[in-house]
């Protein structure tokens, strides 16, 4: 019987690819960062403030938590609902993963008035 050549099996049975979830978390934050760096208020919050992703996957599936600073005011609703759409959309296209979950967490909001040591906005 002659042997069959690599090169003539199917992509399925050649071998399998594995991204690291640290891999998939680290795609997720760089493209919330997309999002925020164009989002109301974005001058406010500090440069070295950037998105933390972190992920659950199975299978071809993933779960996402981001937490986030935003700067105030701004509609928060709205920026998150940017924010998730566009890192589920990027995760996807990128993985080939299904993204049925993007968690968004506001960390902190950064306001003029807190800039200019005004107190406490309420």
Known sequence: MASAVPGQLPAADRGALRIADRVVAKIAAQAAGEVLTGAPGADLVPRDARPHASVSVRKDTARLRLTLEL????????????????????????????????????????????????????
């Open 71 to 122: 700067g105030y005011p701004a509609n928060i609703g709205a920026v998150c609902g940017a924010v998730r759409r566009h890192v589920t959309g990027k995760v996807e296209s990128l993985t080939g993963m299904d993204v049925p979950e993007v968690a968004v967490e506001v960390e902190r909001l950064h306001s003029t008035a807190a800039e200019r040591d005004e107190g406490r906005v309420e």
